[in-house]
C-alpha cells in the first residue's frame, strides 16, 4: 500500500521544535516492512525519506503501513507501557521507574565485551536549549567548543563552577533549532537551574527539561553496528562520534546518535516514550541483550567514566578529572576558563584519576596511601562477575605518586594497583611543556 505524507507532516513530530519543510510532496510506498532472517529473527528496515532540507527516515516495525501523526511534546498516555511490559518479563523496577535489573547483569556485562546491550538510561536528563543566542550561551556555559558544531553534529561538554570543579559532564546533539544535552539523573534539575539563573533579559535563550516527555536507549558492544545495520540505518556506521540522525517510528520521531555515552562505540536512541516499546522489541528481535541500571553502574566504574557525587564533586576540578576530550583550549572566555589555562599554562594539576584493581571489596571514601602516606582517595567501586573474585575501583592519586601497575593501599589491608581505565584512557591531554625550554 503507498501512503501519500507530506513532508511537513513527516517532520513536524520532532518534539524538539517544528520544522518547515514547505510544500513538497513525498510518497512512501511500502516504506517499511518485516521480515524473517537468516537466524528466523524479525528484521525491522527503516526507509529513508528524502526530502529537503534534510533527509526525513520511516521506521514501523511488523506492519508494511506507516503513520504521519504530529507528535505533541506533552507524555502520551501508555508512556509506562514499556516498563509494565518489562517488569511482566520479570526485570526489577524501582519505584522511581529505573529498571534495576533483569536478573542477567554478568551475562550483559560479558555482551557489552562480546556481543551487543540495550540499556533504558531515560532516568538521565534530557535538556532542550532553543532560541537564537543557544549556541553562544552553551559556548560561554560549558568547556567544548559549540560554535563550531555543524547542525548534525554532536560532543561531550563539562559543566564547571567559575574555579573550574567539576558538575557534569554531558553528551550534546546540535538539533536545526535547539541543543539536546544529555546529563546525569542527579544534576539535570540544578543544570537547569543554572543556566536560567545565567540567561539575562535580552538573551533569546529558552531551556526546557524533556525528561519525562522522551525515553534514552544506550545500544552498546562490538556487535552494534550489525543491530544498526539490520535496522537499515547503516549510513550511521563509521560516522563521526556524536553525529546524529532523525528517524520516524509510527509517524513518532527517533533521534540516532553515534556513541553511547560510556564510550565512543555503539548509538543512543532518543524517542517518543510511545514509540519506546516498538523499538526495544525490535533491537532485542536483533539479538541485543537487556542490561538493567545496576549492571550499567557497574559497567562505568569498570570503563573508568566519572559520575557526579563521586569523581564529579566541587572538590576536584575538570582537568583531574581527565576529560580532556571535552574542553577546548582555544575558544574564548567561559566559565571555568581562567583556572583552566593556568593550570594548563603552569602544569598545575596536582591529581588524577585513575582505574584500580582491588584485592577486595572497599568503601568509597577510603584513603589511598603508599609508604603509609595518603596520596588519594577512592571514589567508587564495584565488583567483578560471579566467581571471579575481581573488584575494582577509580580513585584520585597524586601525580607524583601514581603510573601505570603502581601498588597503592586502599585502607589498612586492601592492595590496589593503578590501571587505565578504557574511557580514561582515551582522553588527549596537552602535551606537557618541557621545563627546559624557554
Known amino acids: 500500500m503507498s501512503v501519500p505524507v507530506t513532508a511537513q507532516a513527516a517532520l513536524s513530530c520532532f518534539p524538539w521544535r517544528r520544522i518547515d519543510a514547505g510544500s513538497a510532496m513525498i510518497v512512501v510506498a511500502n516504506p517499511c516492512h518485516s521480515t524473517l532472517s537468516s537466524s528466523g529473527r524479525a528484521v525491522a528496515f527503516i526507509s529513508r525519506i528524502p526530502c529537503y532540507p534534510i533527509l526525513a527516515r520511516s521506521f514501523k516495525i511488523g506492519s508494511s503501513s ?18 509494565e511490559e518489562i517488569t511482566g518479563d520479570g526485570a526489577t523496577v524501582s519505584e522511581a521507574g529505573i529498571i534495576e535489573t533483569f536478573g542477567n547483569d554478568d551475562e550483559a556485562l560479558d555482551a557489552f565485551d562480546n556481543g551487543v546491550v540495550v540499556s533504558d538510561l531515560s532516568h538521565f ?20 567548543n559549540f560554535e563550531c558544531l555543524q547542525q548534525g553534529q554532536g560532543c561531550d561538554t563539562v559543566f564547571v563552577t567559575p574555579t573550574a570543579r567539576t558538575i557534569d559532564i554531558s553528551h550534546a546533539w546540535n538539533m536545526k533549532n535547539s541543543v539536546l544535552l544529555m546529563v546525569s539523573p542527579q544534576t539535570c534539575s540544578s543544570i537547569t537551574q543554572m543556566f536560567n539563573k545565567y540567561i539575562f533579559f535580552a538573551d533569546k535563550v529558552e531551556v526546557e527539561d524533556i525528561t519525562k516527555k522522551t525515553s534514552l536507549f544506550i545500544l552498546a558492544g562490538p556487535q552494534s553496528n550489525q543491530v544498526i545495520e539490520s535496522l537499515n540505518v547503516g549510513n550511521l556506521v563509521g560516522q563521526p562520534y556524536g ?4 528517524y520516524t517510528v509510527n509517524g513518532m520521531p527517533l533521534t540516532i546518535g553515534v556513541g553511547s555515552i560510556i564510550s565512543e562505540e555503539g548509538y543512543t536512541l532518543l524517542m517518543s516514550p510511545a514509540a519506546a516499546g516498538t523499538v526495544w522489541k525490535s533491537l532485542l528481535s536483533q539479538g541485543a541483550l537487556p542490561m ?34 571535552s574542553i577546548s583550549l582555544n575558544k574564548g572566555c567561559y566559565k ?70 603502581k601498588t597503592v593501599a586502599i585502607g589498612d589491608d586492601i592492595v590496589g594497583t593503578l590501571v ?11 602535551p606537557i611543556p618541557s621545563k627546559s625550554s624557554s
Not at 243 to 246: A, R
Not at 344 to 353: E, F, R
Request: glycine share 10%; no cysteine; proline share 6%.
Open 66 to 83: 506507516t503513520s504521519s501523526s504530529p507528535f505533541e511534546l506533552s507524555p502520551p498516555p501508555i508512556d509506562h507501557d514499556l516498563l
Open 125 to 144: 536528563g534530557r535538556i532542550r536549549v532553543s532560541g537564537d543566542d543557544r549556541i553562544q550561551f552553551l559556548h560561554n556555559q560549558s568547556t567544548a
Open 243 to 246: 553525529t546524529h540522525h532523525h
Open 292 to 325: 538493567g541500571s545496576n549492571a550499567w553502574e557497574r559497567l562505568r566504574v569498570v570503563q573508568g567514566r566519572p559520575a557526579p557525587g563521586m569523581e564529579l564533586t566541587d572538590e576536584f576540578n575538570v582537568l583531574e578529572a581527565g576529560l580532556w576530550n
Open 336 to 405: 571555568g576558563q581562567e583556572t583552566v589555562s593556568r593550570l594548563i599554562t603552569y602544569d598545575g594539576v596536582k591529581q588524577t584519576l585513575w582505574g584500580i584493581h582491588l584485592s577486595a571489596a572497599a568503601e568509597p571514601g577510603t584513603l589511598i596511601t603508599v609508604d603509609g602516606k595518603k596520596v588519594g582517595k577512592l571514589t567508587s567501586y564495584t565488583y567483578g562477575r560471579e566467581g571471579s573474585n575481581k573488584h575494582y575501583g577509580l580513585g584520585y592519586i597524586r601525580r607524583q605518586a601514581a603510573s601505570q601497575g
Open 420 to 430: 587505565e581505565a578504557p574511557f580514561l584512557s582515551r582522553q588527549s591531554p596537552p
